[in-house]
């Protein structure tokens, strides 16, 4: 979405992109930009979900947000949006050496052994898992069976209401083709996404998909922001019963009922952030269930970040707060990356 709506480039440091976008409607749009490759290796993210988004027509107008060529009012035009997501991933893959498309558990192992600590940064892989979020660009369940084939490994129905699912703001249930979505998904054992869906719909996923893994990628507990986009006490018991793991979302948005864009950074601190992974380690009575979900692709700048947070190469210093807090090492490695690798090993076919 960056690349192809905002023009931004994800093998550019992100400081590049701010120099040369100061000033500029983009920044207004999408925030100040926080990812690129070189702030990935620099902070140590070896994986990242890769999103394909798109963006219906009339939420788009509601939201004031228009993303020209992603927005769609018909399943052909969001499959239209997504597949040129797709073949932009595929073209990172084709054109920069460090990149590489995750499929498989081979492919996975790859880019992590790349990570050993006698490899020098030049020679360490950034993989990308291909999520699709918003299922509108599945022109029909069945259909799905060739975005596998091109890579995504990853669904969430919903983003707002689609024609599979119930979403944030337009409550409602799964549909008869998202049931039916949900079985050809589990047929070919891929990673489920709940974030988004709507209360009813997420839980009538937990309780109909067959599948081995489901996670909410980017999603809070309500206790830090009282919406549908985010998840009760409930909810996120009955994913953590299904040994699903929940991405906290380092947006101060998401993390106080009362912080508003333009209220100075400050105003939420990393320590809040802690305290939703607290929250949900307490809530299951594990730190199995809670991961790293940024969302840092989904326009909302470096300026609504918890302070201390100033691009994703800033996550390590999540760890050092969750030590403070009496974690230990084990439960610290994995909230950082263990859950979500664990997850992926299982969802991956080999």
């Known amino acids: 979405m960056n690349a192809l709506a905002a023009g931004r480039d994800y093998r550019e440091h992100s400081l590049v992109k701010r120099q040369r976008e100061a000033g500029t409607e983009i920044v207004t749009r999408e925030g100040v930009a926080m990812s690129g490759l070189p702030d990935a290796l620099m902070g140590r993210v070896a994986v990242v979900f890769a999103t394909l988004f798109t963006e219906p027509k009339r939420v788009a107008a509601m939201l004031g947000l228009p993303l020209g060529d992603l927005s769609y009012s018909t399943p052909k035009e969001a499959y239209t949006a997504a597949m040129k997501q797709v073949d932009y991933y595929h073209r990172l893959q084709d054109e920069e050496p460090q990149i590489r498309l995750i499929k498989r558990r081979g492919d996975l192992d790859t880019v992590l052994a790349s990570w050993d600590d006698a490899r020098g940064i ?59 979505l949900l079985e050809f998904m589990a047929g070919l054992n891929a990673i489920l996404d709940l974030s988004h ?74 320590t809040v952030l802690v305290d939703a992974i607290d929250h949900i380690c307490q809530i299951t009575g594990s730190a199995a269930h809670v991961g790293i ?33 009496g974690y230990p090492q084990a439960d610290i490695d994995a909230i950082m990356s263990g859950n979500f690798l664990r997850k992926l090993r299982q969802g991956l076919p080999v």
């Open 122 to 180: 030049d020679q360490r892989l950034h993989g990308l898992v291909m999520l699709m979020e918003n299922g509108d660009p599945i022109l029909e369940p069945k259909q799905f069976e060739e975005w596998y084939e091109y890579g995504v490994r990853i669904v969430g129905p919903a983003w707002a209401a689609t024609r599979y699912s119930g979403g944030t703001r337009e409550p409602g249930g799964l549909t008869a083709l998202g049931i039916e």
């Open 197 to 270: 869906m709507a209360e009813q719909a997420y839980f009538q996923a937990l309780e109909r998909y067959q599948g081995e893994v489901i996670i909410a990628s980017h999603s809070n507990p309500r206790r830090f922001s009282n919406t549908d986009r985010h998840l009760s006490d409930d909810m996120i018991r009955a994913l953590s019963a299904r040994d699903g793991v929940i991405g906290v979302v380092p947006y101060n948005r998401f993390l106080s009922n009362t912080w508003r864009p333009g209220d100075p950074k400050a105003g939420v601190p990393l």
């Open 293 to 325: 979900g940024t969302d840092f692709d989904g326009g909302f700048g470096a300026a609504s970040t918890p302070a201390g947070i100033d691009s994703i190469s800033d996550l390590v210093t999540i760890a050092p707060v969750l030590a403070e807090r």
